[in-house]
């Protein structure tokens, strides 16, 4: 052969080796497993080979899962080889029995080229943005573009605003320019205060005698801050006035809703924030105020109804806190994960009973007395407490000091009737008491005393008589006790001499009573409570302080619902629910955190305490996230992450991605979680203060405003609008805190199962309170609210839909609230000197803006026509304003037109 | 799938969508009268290929979220009347005929029975308790029916009993919610509020979705059984009330003409409209629509909730009493609803939980009296419907939140006065009729003491999964995302009961 040819074909091989070689070797861009990869799982393979169901022995949930063998006995995905990956080659099978995803369209040609090129890179699997800790961006720096104007730009107002414009500038949008002084002050004093500003602010921001940061910080010190945002934080809390289920009695919460704006208004750190709510009561030597936060997760419901059993009940409240806690502070949905495996999130089904094993502690127990209930005392009751306490601590140790203040402030720990058992006539009988006949028994097991002299003893006797004896063990038991107690009239709590016992031992209770039938009810069991003998037994003035003692656990004293755990003695296990059905326990856990987040510090302690450490705990990259995406929701009606309630694997992935990181970060080490600071910071954005201004354009290209080209704009939450029509026609009151309010609704709403309590209009002032102060029954909550919107808090809620209903048209043109409102501000209207002027002042009160010319027309127009009607009608005048005692048609007619006013869509949006 | 069916299952689907154009066009066409909307009604029709570009801004929903959508699948019927007997009705003196329950009556309950089963109130071991009513077999089908339902007799083969549905909650406000949301914890949406959802509403004018109360109080549960949980609250029950405005604040204020509410609502309107053209926002389109329905609804919720213009012969067809909250009156409105293209009727009547702790509660007195209360008017709305041909799309169901035992109740494991009976989940009754069910079917049966379904058990999520069938929806497609679940009304679960299909 030609030497010439054969060289020619090596040149010509070693040319092509080379390109091969080249293509082999050339950097290809790498494939982004979280941001390419892990979005087409979700959306297409992890419903049949994920959480719940795990098709064929294949699961893309975890790593370990999707690489391990599958039923045929090989891995699915073979990284590198992506030809021999069963994983890809089923994607591109034609036999429609074989191609996945089974029975739905065959994937994209770049859905399938995409999962090709990261198997052979490899599949590495990585870490969801998510879950990874935010990250250390730098502001982006501007460059002037095309067209793109920076210089002296109103758009840039401090650092948020580059991340904005950055992403404008890539998608081709110029921003908006700020919006006027006057929708602006509106704005953003409804953002903050959830209230039009007040005429002088608004005056001298509008005239330019105060600049805009100093607009926002004369907002946020206002005490109607708390307020405002207090009804976003109780949403989430599911904050009500009643116990919710059948009979949904009322239940006296609002010293936590009280406790909730004033630490708003203290802006206290949202760390703080936390920990007081989720574990005040852990904390050393609590305050009372530190007590009043742990009603956090005293919010959920109770049951009531007879026949139910408590510790059903019990065990769904703390499914409750744990997914509520989820909930709020991870955008994480435990919920999922109480039966099976989470479909999406990387948590396993161990993980939720991990975490409940934290909130399975709590000494409540779905008691109707709604047991631990902090006791407010009167001024002269609580001398008598601080007396006693004052006695424990000079006198006693420090775990009996710390058992006899918590036993005066919520009176636990004591053994509740529910656990009386072996009854012989007598029975438990749904309200929370055992009763027992005249000659009845029952059973308690393992009780510890303290090795006390003596018991507390919560019962009610009606008939005088009975004997009371308590046994060791059984029916045939050494007798501790036997004593003859007196009829009392109602329940009373007595104090019971005892034999000294040691350990835990059951108990065996027995009553006589000769005087009455055998089967007539002698005597209700509530609880009974053990504490150490008071010390100081040698003192001087021992016996007085034993009376006082004595007399003060009578004390009648309003109550709030907190949290208390368990002491050691009274500790729960906590199981594994068998497909989260509770009457099927399996294995004990321990309480531990999902591996998937951040690590846990080993100097935390092993309760709420520590649980709520690790839940502020910097490491943790979902719950400043989470925070920081939901106060940017409140001001924009949208997250940087849509999906405000899930920020997971699931979830939308965030518009502006640097951003939700920088802010993060910011919030949680510059504003040391600060709600005031961040707040201040967005409303301070060049982006918040564009104009919200859009063409049927700009809509289309963004309906959504995710790009934020523009201000938000956005129909007005319950509570405002009311609070708004309030506060424009002068009849707000600015009384802060207490029990519930209940201003004048239609009769016949209230309307429950065995419950006597009433709708009881309120009086005077209280007829006008914010929106956040009115009574909320769980099963009725106030309708007017409801139709905006509101939601009726049986459960967390983190997002309210917004909807737009006839039903809410009806509300503000018919309610007398509203029509009332109308006439307060038709006065105010008059004092204008002519009949346009009239209308412009009322329009210009409720809006803040000045009224067009075809806006003024529409207004006569409808005044002339009320005018007319009410002059050729003075009845109907008369039964329009029938609270004026001489109306007049002018009167009659400028309310007509006010309420108008109060249906505008300006009037009932932030513009 | 047969290729027949497949054809007919097309043709069904073609046949619903065009009555929804036809719908659709004449809301847009009437609903914004005077606003000359057309060029920003895009996305106003639902029917337009999804293939065209993203510019159809916004949909008919985002103006009017009851615009009527169409069924995914071909449905059987266009409404559903839903009546609740709040309480639990005891099918052993209605419908669950247990001959040998009789003769073993005041004979200790075997401890079999009793064991791993919770009670509300039965404690120890209490007695059976024979049926109290005399039954007998009535119809073409022969169905078994007590003398406490006179009339239903007569509509007997009209109806599909389902013998042994069970349910696992035994107290009446968890199981009525289970009952209504599929779920006995608070917070998920109705089925009503589901299907008006997933539907919309034919009639704009009114709501999509309404509540009926009579007994004298609400369920248990309260609101929350026709609430729309994590469904947008326009879709939740609205109720109309016997006394007082028939819905909150649908009564002009006192002294205002309907004539000055048009002015008041003309110039809102005007204003914002011109609002519109310098925001462009479209909600203020939804709000000014809103408005013009809002006065529309005022005449149309009064006229439709007044049974005064009814003819006397149908008056005394339900025996409805004027001006009084009651089930019968409630009957007859139902029709009316239903015939107005309301979607969801939801009846309460409350006062069945017969327990035997008095008179009004025992299962011989009380529920003998609570029966007459609804038989003949149930009689009625049956034949009602049929002889106005709605019989054939609307869905009629009857049932409580659960059944009775089949032992006396003996609370506080005493004795009582009266003859009652306990709550019981295992094993009750209930009904459907109407559209695409099997007339005169009887599925599922219970033992001897009407203790435990034996046959043809089914589950609360089986009688959800086989409405929302009737009405076109595939349960396990049928979903909301809330919270980052996909949420259905029947969770993970859910069978439809085929056996009652026609």
């Known amino acids: 052969m030609n030497k010439k040819i054969i060289s020619g074909i090596g040149v010509a091989l070693g040319i092509f080796s080379l390109i091969f070689l080249w293509n082999w070797l050339k950097p290809e861009d790498k494939v982004n497993f979280s941001a390419e990869i892990k979005p087409i799982l979700n959306k297409h393979c992890i419903s049949c080979h994920g959480g719940v169901k795990k098709n064929a022995g294949f699961s893309l949930l975890f790593e370990e899962e999707a690489f391990a063998n599958t039923e045929s006995g090989k891995p699915a995905i073979i990284p590198g080889n992506a030809a021999g990956s069963e994983f890809i080659k089923r994607l591109k099978e034609e036999d429609p029995e074989l191609r996945m995803p089974y029975e739905k369209p065959k994937l994209s040609d770049e859905e399938i080229d995409l999962l090709t090129k990261w198997v052979n890179q490899g599949a590495q699997w990585g870490e969801h943005w998510a879950y990874s800790l935010p990250e250390q961006v730098e502001v982006p720096k501007l460059t002037a573009k095309a067209g793109f104007s920076i210089e002296n730009s109103s758009a840039i107002q401090n650092d948020i605003d580059p991340f904005i414009l950055q992403r404008l500038e890539k998608e081709g949008l110029e921003p908006s320019p700020p919006a006027s002084d006057n929708i602006l002050a509106r704005r953003v004093a409804l953002d903050i205060t959830g209230l039009p500003p007040d005429s002088t602010l608004f005056q001298k921001y509008t005239s330019g005698k105060l600049s805009y940061e100093h607009l926002v910080d004369s907002l946020l010190v206002q005490s109607s801050f708390g307020e405002k945002w207090a009804s976003w934080w109780l949403d989430m809390a599911r904050y009500a006035d009643t116990k919710g289920y059948e009979k949904d009695l009322g239940r006296s919460m609002w010293q936590y809703r009280d406790w909730v704006i004033k630490a708003l208004n203290n802006d206290m750190p949202y760390d703080q924030f936390t920990i007081e709510q989720l574990a005040g009561d852990l904390l050393p030597n609590p305050s009372i105020d530190q007590l009043i936060a742990t009603a956090f997760h005293r919010n959920t419901m109770n049951n009531d109804e007879g026949g139910t059993d408590d510790e059903e009940f019990r065990v769904a409240a703390v499914i409750d806190r744990v997914n509520t806690t989820f909930d709020v502070w991870q955008s994480t949905t435990m919920g999922c994960v109480q039966c099976h495996g989470h479909p999406y999130d990387p948590f396993k089904q161990k993980d939720y009973y991990h975490l409940m094993a934290f909130f399975n502690n709590t000494r409540d127990e779905d008691t109707p007395n709604e047991a631990p209930a902090l006791r407010f005392y009167a001024p002269e009751q609580q001398e008598s407490i601080t007396k006693i306490n004052d006695w424990v601590s000079k006198y006693g140790d420090s775990s009996t000091v710390r058992a006899y203040r918590d036993f005066l402030r919520f009176q636990e720990p004591v053994y509740k009737s529910h656990s009386l058992q072996d009854f012989v006539n007598g029975s438990y009988d749904d309200h929370a008491s055992s009763v027992l006949w005249s000659n009845g028994s029952c059973r308690l097991e393992n009780v510890w005393t303290h090795g006390a002299d003596y018991f507390y003893f919560n019962h009610y006797t009606y008939r005088p008589g009975t004997t009371f004896t308590v046994r060791k063990d059984h029916a045939n038991g050494e007798i501790l006790t036997k004593v003859l107690l007196e009829k009392t009239e109602e329940p009373v709590t007595k104090r019971i001499p005892i034999k000294k016992v040691d350990g835990k031992f059951n108990i065996h209770i027995e009553i006589s009573n000769p005087n009455i039938a055998k089967d007539k009810n002698a005597m209700h069991i509530y609880w009974l409570g053990f504490l150490p003998n008071l010390p100081g037994s040698e003192q001087p003035g021992f016996s007085k302080i034993q009376r006082e003692f004595d007399k003060a656990i009578n004390f009648k004293a309003p109550i709030l619902p907190v949290t208390s755990e368990n002491p050691d003695h009274m500790k729960r296990t906590t199981q594994v629910f068998e497909r989260g059905n509770w009457l099927l326990p399996t294995d004990t856990v321990q309480p531990s955190t999902p591996a998937a987040l951040n690590a846990w510090d080993d100097s935390w302690s092993k309760d709420r305490l520590g649980f709520s450490k690790w839940l502020v705990d910097k490491k943790n990259p979902l719950t400043g996230r989470t925070l920081v995406n939901r106060v940017w929701y409140q001001l924009f009606g949208r997250g940087l992450v849509s999906t405000v309630e899930d920020i997971g694997s699931q979830s939308d992935f965030p518009s502006h991605p640097a951003l939700l990181d920088w802010l993060t970060l910011r919030f949680m080490n510059e504003h040391q979680w600060s709600l005031k600071s961040l707040i201040k910071e967005i409303v301070s954005s060049g982006t918040y203060r564009q104009q919200s201004e859009l063409t049927p354009e700009t809509y289309q290209r963004d309906p959504e405003n995710e790009l934020y080209a523009r201000g938000p704009r956005q129909r007005l939450s319950a509570e405002q609008i009311r609070d708004q029509a309030l506060a424009v026609s002068g009849l707000l009151s600015d009384k802060m805190y207490g029990p519930g309010v209940m201003p004048p609704q239609p009769e016949g709403v209230w309307q429950t199962v065995y419950s006597g309590e009433r709708w009881v209009e309120s009086k005077a002032e209280d007829r006008y309170r914010r929106a956040v102060y009115t009574f909320l029954k769980r099963t009725s909550p106030y309708p007017s609210f409801v139709t905006f919107d509101a939601g009726s808090r049986e459960v967390c809620t983190i997002r309210r839909t917004v909807t737009n209903t006839p039903l809410q048209a009806l509300v503000t043109l018919n309610d007398p609230v509203y029509l009332e409102a109308s006439f307060q501000l038709a006065r105010m209207m008059q004092s204008a000197k002519d009949l346009e002027e009239q209308l412009a002042l009322g329009y210009e009160k409720a809006t803040m803006t000045r009224i067009t010319p075809e806006k003024l027309a529409a207004l006569q127009e409808l005044y002339r026509a009320s005018l007319t009607e009410f002059s050729n009608n003075k009845d109907e005048l008369e039964q329009f304003l029938h609270f004026d005692a001489s109306p007049t048609a002018a009167l009659g007619a400028l309310t007509v037109v006010a309420n108008a006013i109060m249906n505008l869509d300006e009037f009932l949006s932030k513009a | ?502």
């Not at chain 2, 996305?43 to 995914?72: H, I, M, V, W, Y």
């Not at chain 2, 109806?159 to 968890?174: M, R």
């Not at chain 2, 006995?184 to 539907?199: E, F, K």
């Not at chain 2, 509410?261 to 409209?273: H, L």
């Open chain 2, 1 to 502: 799938m047969e290729p027949i069916e497949r054809l007919l299952q097309e043709k069904l689907i073609r046949e619903a969508q065009v009555k929804t154009r036809r719908h659709f066009i004449k809301d847009c066409a009437t609903g914004l009268g005077g606003l000359a909307l057309g060029s920003i009604f895009l996305g106003c029709d639902p029917l337009q290929p999804s293939s065209k570009p993203k510019q159809a801004s916004f949909s008919e929903r985002d103006l009017n979220p009851l615009a009527t959508l169409p069924p995914p699948y071909a449905p059987k019927v266009k409404s559903v009347i839903y009546l609740h007997m709040a309480g639990s009705p005891s099918q052993l003196e209605m419908f669950d005929y247990k001959p040998v329950l009789h003769k073993l009556n005041n004979q200790d309950c075997p401890e079999s029975l009793l064991q791993g089963k919770k009670f509300a109130f039965i404690k120890g071991t209490p007695k059976l308790l024979g049926p109290q009513a005399e039954f007998s077999q009535e119809g073409e089908s022969g169905n078994w029916v007590s003398n406490y339902l006179p009339h239903f007799k007569k509509v007997i083969d009209e109806v599909a009993f389902l013998k042994a549905v069970h349910t696992d909650q035994f107290n009446h406000g968890p199981a009525q919610l289970f009952m209504h949301t599929g779920s006995p914890r608070l917070g998920r949406p109705s089925i009503g509020a589901w299907a008006t959802y997933g539907l919309g509403s034919e009639n704009q004018n009114l709501p999509g979705f309404v509540v009926l109360t009579s007994g004298g109080k609400t369920p248990d549960a309260g609101k929350s059984v026709w609430g729309s949980g994590f469904l947008p609250s326009v879709y939740q029950g609205v109720q109309c009330r016997s006394e007082g405005d028939p819905v909150l604040y649908i009564e002009d204020p006192k002294g205002i003409s309907r004539d000055l509410k048009k002015s008041t609502i003309d110039a809102i309107n005007k204003i914002n409209k011109e609002e519109y053209t310098k925001y462009a926002d479209p909600e203020i389109l939804a709000r000014i629509n809103q408005y013009e329905m809002a006065y529309r609804m005022q005449i149309a919720v009064p006229k439709v909730m007044s049974i005064e213009n009814e003819p006397e012969n149908i008056k005394e067809m339900y025996g409805v009493e004027s001006g009084k909250e009651s089930f019968a009156n409630n009957c007859l409105l139902a029709r009316k609803l239903v015939e107005d293209g309301v979607r969801f009727v939801q009846l309460f009547d409350w006062g069945w939980d017969s327990h035997g702790t008095d008179h009004s509660t025992a299962v011989d007195l009380g529920l003998r009296n609570k029966c007459r209360e609804i038989d003949r008017p149930i009689a009625a709305l049956i034949l009602d419907l049929k002889q106005r041909g709605l019989l054939d799309e609307t869905l009629i169901v009857w049932g409580g939140e659960f059944g009775r035992t089949p032992m006396q109740e003996n609370r506080g494991n005493k004795e009582m006065g009266f003859k009652g009976r306990d709550h019981h989940g295992d094993a009750f009754t209930m009904w459907m009729a109407g559209g695409g069910i099997k007339k005169g079917a009887c599925y599922g049966k219970t033992d001897d003491i009407g203790f435990l379904g034996v046959e043809g058990r089914v589950s609360v999520h089986d009688v959800h999964a086989t409405i929302l069938h009737l009405l076109g929806f595939d349960h396990e497609e049928f979903t909301f995302e809330f919270q980052g679940r996909n949420f259905r009304l029947t969770d993970v679960e859910g069978v439809i009961i085929k056996d009652i299909l026609a």
